[in-house]
């Protein structure tokens, strides 16, 4: 029994730490190189709603707003921003707000609006002439991001990556630096539900100053012939030191094995604070091929070497696959043909709205690869990295799409952005340069995405280029002119007609079918916003799931489809309006729980495995004698149904339409079986239950590792006295979570649901719920979940959660309270001066400028002796905190002697000329704050004001 026990810990060890290497990024560095990569995902400060900056009067306040390092505001180095909320990411505070009718629809009725996040920031002495690199991966919608109250980016789109070269800004040692975020998303870029704020990881890049910039290895395989292949490797260095370096780049290529297959070795000059392109094409013979089923990934790992020591790595992963689309017989990968069997998707979960972490994604794309899903289109945005990575593990097709169509500068670099991260990934098959635009049909619109294309295709050639249109393409001039591919947005009566006009034109469905479905639900009812899920109502510009199947399934010429949606989403909660708060589209509801429209689609996508299903469940009390209509839906050759053991009857399998029976119901079980040439091969079963007497949680995995990112979903469902779930309870659930993690969120598919998604309770919707739990950051031990519901047995869980390294990550520091950068230093004395003499509001020149750690002031010349007296001045606010009587301003160094004088008082006196740390108490007073620092250094010397001044509440 032990060595089960043990061993069943062994098997749970080594389950941790594949989802944790699976978890790894597919572009990622070692320690040793030089390049450090570490999360900055925790220990953010939040402020939700706008700060606005204070109104500029006078001139000095004029004169200081123009120069760098002095934004105002929230934006600013000091800011009291000590009753912010903590926060780490990555963060939705959308989801976390009430939903409103008054909000728009295409949100999801949710508030969105502004806020602000701040993040301090050390960085060690020793790290001086290093490259620092911050990297935001999405921010809704549009961020202005300061450091040091330098503005330093602005971002204009949710969709695409910040990565922002902080390098010139930085201080070091002792001194914080600020970085201050204001995230507007009152901007829009879509008509569903994008959240609010930081909502993907973020990173601080630390590595020499000749490094290999973000994204800057083109490793994208070309095929020569049936054997021979080549990586045209190109890497992109840039230098921000002060000498122009000589440096050799070497490439090795890893089979999947860990084996190396080639490498090459190339010198390149990079010049000061500029970039150079090492070009290193690497031969590849006959490699293992990534396919759906073994997507076989190779490592092409890239080292930077000066004087002989490695300055720099990156690895990336890729794979060897062919890919073709024929205007005739549709996509062929690795030259076998294969259908698209694809799957439209936004990027919101239930519970946690568009800040999914990483191993719920994992769990998301699980559930598409049990369903059959063979292709992707992240619609209609570029996804997180980490998303993309899964897809080429998992072995999914992607069209990974654009989300601005614009060919201005600004956009253009978005663009150029998403194919330049993305073009190692084999899994993307197409880019995707907008979807449903309406000057598609037109010049103007051929014009546009002629552009945008060649943009694309001169970062890669290897790939098509489409366009997701919904019409237009019959026109004389539109976009399809300028596009590889021809995308179509639903248009099933087109298909044909299109197809014998443009014969050599390649054709795939985009976006298909746009069908409702209710989950759970099996009586239409308008009055209650819900749709039966039979499959009977859609769009009107869409179709039924099994009608949009079988247009694109049974025409060869047509690569694929692309069912809108996979699974449910927030907002466009279509047909319906308020209360519906989230769409119907979903082949799953937003927790991932299986529609009819699940069952559908597996057995038409999977071929290899006899499977069988029946809709609906069998819990009709009330309704004795009344004909139900029950669906099978099967991929054997016959089905048979049988009611508590009689024969109801036997039927071919419609592959298209499914199998429809009438069955007056009575209690007990129904029962589907499944014959392939006259053998039962598949067998299911529902039953009637009783009234639910327990809860049940069903954890998606065995533990978690205690790294505060990996999470994962708890399926909640109550059962009757025989252990049967029951379909139709709605009880309501109230959680406790404790120990090494927390709950994150829950949901239960609900779409006309209002529940708090973070609280503490969320009611069964149709037998099912789904509460996320995430683990502590370093924790270990064991995180207990406890549901319990009026009338039932309590059901709880023990998730042990494992001590792992984690990733790296970097140290969070919310001090100081208030940050006192700037400084107005005067002209030295050479005997005490008035501290309380004013300066000219337009003098800004005859007092300098100066900010710590550059306070040092020398005596005027080391044969002056005497000019040995400094003033320093500055001006904060001190506000309810600091204004209490129960703050003080603290130096962390002042070298000399020091009186420390505010609004015209002497506050105190540091009376040995050492450099020593000193503290004055503030007084119980608000409003405007001069402080005036006499400094007394000893004739000759350097003396003044060194490391951080900051004000704070006494501890
Ligand atoms: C399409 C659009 C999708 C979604 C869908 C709903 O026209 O591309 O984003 O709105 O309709 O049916």
């Not at 730490?17 to 900055?40: H, M, Y």
């Not at 009344?626 to 050759?637: G, H, L, P, S, Y």
Request: with cysteine.
């Amino acid at each position: 029994m032990l060595t089960f026990i043990s061993s069943l810990r062994q098997a749970w060890r080594l389950c941790i730490i594949s989802i944790l290497l699976s978890l790894l990024p597919s572009t990622f560095a070692f320690a040793d190189s030089g390049r450090e990569r570490l999360s900055l995902d925790r220990g953010w400060l939040f402020h939700p709603g706008d700060i606005s900056m204070p109104e500029i009067v006078g001139h000095s306040a004029s004169y200081g707003n123009a120069k760098a390092g002095n934004a105002r505001g929230a934006a600013a180095t000091k800011y009291n921003d000590s009753d912010w909320r903590k926060v780490d990411l990555p963060h939705d505070w959308a989801v976390e707000g009430p939903f409103d009718p008054r909000a728009n629809i295409s949100q999801g009725y949710r508030p969105r609006g502004i806020a602000w996040y701040r993040r301090y920031l050390r960085v060690d002495e020793s790290e001086r002439g290093r490259y620092f690199e911050l990297q935001f991966d999405g921010i809704a919608t549009h961020a202005s991001i300061w450091v040091n109250g330098n503005i330093v980016h602005r971002n204009w789109s949710g969709y695409n990556a910040s990565n922002i070269d902080i390098t010139p800004y930085l201080r070091y040692g002792d001194v914080s630096n600020t970085i201050a975020i204001r995230v507007d998303a009152e901007q829009m870029e879509g008509w569903w539900y994008e959240g609010a704020g930081i909502y993907r990881h973020a990173w601080l890049l630390k590595s020499d100053p000749v490094h290999i910039m973000t994204d800057g290895v083109h490793a994208t395989p070309k095929q020569i012939n049936d054997r021979q292949w080549q990586i045209p490797v190109a890497v992109t260095l840039d230098n921000s030191g002060k000498q122009a370096a000589n440096v050799k780049v070497e490439v090795t290529v890893f089979s999947p094995d860990d084996k190396v297959v080639a490498s090459k070795i190339q010198s390149v000059s990079v010049p000061v604070l500029g970039q150079a392109i090492a070009k290193l094409p690497v031969a590849i013979n006959q490699p293992q091929r990534w396919t759906l089923d073994k997507p076989a990934l190779y490592r092409v790992k890239t080292v930077v070497l000066q004087d002989g020591k490695t300055v720099d790595e990156v690895s990336l992963k890729t794979g060897f696959r062919s890919i073709r689309f024929d205007a005739r017989q549709g996509f062929f990968l690795n030259d076998q043909h294969v259908k698209l069997q694809g799957v439209c998707l936004h990027q919101d979960h239930a519970g946690v709205g568009v800040a999914v972490p990483d191993a719920i994604w994992e769990y998301r794309l699980r559930r598409l690869k049990e369903l059959g899903v063979n292709a992707i289109r992240f619609s209609h945005n570029a996804p997180a990295p980490e998303v993309l990575d899964m897809a080429d593990r998992m072995g999914f097709l992607v069209m990974d799409e654009n989300r601005n169509f614009n060919p201005s500068p600004d956009y253009m670099k978005q663009l150029q952005w998403m194919v330049r991260r993305d073009r190692h990934h084999p899994g993307v098959i197409l880019w995707s340069v907008f979807n449903e635009e309406p000057v598609q049909g037109t010049e103007v619109g051929y014009e546009m995405a002629r552009r945008m294309t060649a943009a694309v295709k001169a970062l890669d050639d290897t790939r098509p280029v489409t366009a997701a249109m919904n019409g237009g393409f019959f026109t004389a001039l539109n976009v399809s002119h300028a596009v590889d591919v021809l995308g179509a947005n639903y248009q099933v009566p087109d298909y044909d007609r299109y197809h014998k006009a443009n014969p050599d034109k390649p054709f795939t469905s985009a976006e298909d079918t746009s069908a409702f479905m209710t989950r759970g639900e099996f009586t239409t009812d308008k009055s209650r916003n819900i749709v039966a899920s039979y499959d009977d109502d859609f769009a009107k510009w869409g179709n039924s799931h099994r009608d949009a199947w079988q247009a694109i399934d049974s025409r060869l010429y047509v690569a694929g489809g692309f069912v809108w949606t996979g699974f449910d989403y927030r907002g466009e909660p279509t047909p319906h309006e308020w209360p519906s708060v989230s769409s119907v589209f979903g082949i799953m509801d937003m927790n991932g729980f299986p529609k009819t429209a699940y069952y559908m689609h597996q057995v038409q996508w999977i071929k290899d495995r006899p499977l069988i299903h029946i809709a609906p469940h069998w819990n009709w009390q009330g309704q004795e004698g009344k004909e139900i209509r029950v669906m099978v839906m099967a991929n054997v050759e016959r089905i048979k149904l049988l009611l508590n053991g009689r024969e109801l009857g036997e039927q071919k399998v419609d592959p298209y339409r499914m199998n429809t029976f009438q069955v007056a119901y009575e209690p007990g079980k129904l029962e589907a079986l499944g014959y392939q040439e006259g053998k039962e091969v598949a067998h299911t079963s529902v039953e009637t239950t009783g009234k639910a007497t327990a809860l049940q949680l069903l954890p998606d995995r065995a533990s978690l590792a205690g790294d505060g990112r990996d999470a994962m979903p708890i399926t909640v469902r109550a059962l009757d006295a025989q252990g049967r779930a029951v379909p139709i309870d709605n009880s309501e659930v109230s959680f406790a979570v404790s120990g090494a993690g927390q709950s994150i969120g829950h949901g239960n598919g609900d779409p006309n649901s209002h529940e708090d998604e973070k609280g503490k309770t969320r009611k069964l919707f149709n037998g099912l719920a789904q509460l996320i739990v995430q683990s502590h950051f370093d924790s270990s031990g064991e995180l207990l979940v406890t549901a319990t519901a009026p009338g039932l047995t309590a059901a709880s869980v023990r998730i042990p959660v494992q001590k792992t390294a984690g990733i790296p990550a970097v140290a969070v520091s919310y001090a100081p309270t208030l940050y006192l950068q700037n400084w107005r230093l005067s002209p030295t004395f050479a005997t005490r001066p008035d501290p309380a003499q004013t300066l000219a509001d337009n003098d800004m020149n005859t007092w300098s400028w100066g900010q710590a750690p550059m306070l040092e002031v020398d005596a005027r010349g080391s044969d002056s002796k005497e000019n040995h007296f400094h003033l320093f001045r500055s001006n904060f606010t001190l506000d309810k905190t600091l204004g209490s009587g129960k703050a003080r301003l603290l130096f962390s160094r002042i070298n000399g002697k020091a009186e420390v004088w505010l609004n015209g008082k002497l506050l105190g006196t540091k009376t040995s000329v050492n450099t020593g740390d000193f503290s004055v108490d503030l007084p119980a007073v608000e409003g405007p704050a001069q402080v005036t620092v006499l400094v007394e250094g000893e004739p000759g010397k350097q003396a003044g004001l060194e490391g951080n001044i900051i004000a704070e509440p006494k501890k």
